[in-house]
């Protein structure tokens, strides 16, 4: 499976910007999709994830302003954030991953996820 985020940028405080990852590949129909993000010398923090029934679960540092969501191929993970503040910027990073435990746990333990992107930086200032 390969995964390539593209959306990230510069963007104001307050700003919108909208994450895309494209998974090509084995099938990962089944699988849990989810973003993370991560700053240097920082463990890779979760940032929201979805299941293959479509639910969701998110960090709550970005409760209420970033939205994830997955097209019905679940090919495609996209992720939505509004109201971007400057603490939201890092790089960001798709994964794909069988679900092994709720959305939340998972979200909690990047070692848990079988298959990441490159990443995608999102500069927020």
């Known amino acids: 499976v390969q995964l390539v985020e593209s959306g990230g940028g510069s963007v104001q405080v307050g700003g919108s910007l909208r994450l895309s990852c494209v998974a090509s590949?084995?099938?990962?129909?089944?699988?849990?999709m989810g973003w993370f993000r991560q700053i240097p010398d920082k463990e890779r923090e979760g940032v929201a994830g979805?299941?293959?029934?479509?639910?969701?679960s998110y960090a709550d540092s970005v409760e209420g302003r970033f939205t994830v969501s997955r097209d019905r191929a679940n090919k495609t993970l996209d992720l939505q954030m509004n109201n971007l503040k400057p603490e939201d910027t890092a790089m960001y990073f798709c994964?794909?991953?069988?679900?092994?435990?709720?959305?939340?746990?998972?979200?909690?333990?990047?070692?848990?996820?079988?298959?990441w992107g490159q990443g995608t930086q999102v500069t927020v200032s």
């Open positions: 994964a794909s991953g069988p679900p092994t435990g709720t959305l939340a746990t998972m979200l909690r333990k990047p070692q848990l996820w079988l298959n």
């Open positions: 590949g084995d099938t990962i129909s089944r699988y849990c």
């Open positions: 979805i299941d293959s029934d479509g639910s969701t």
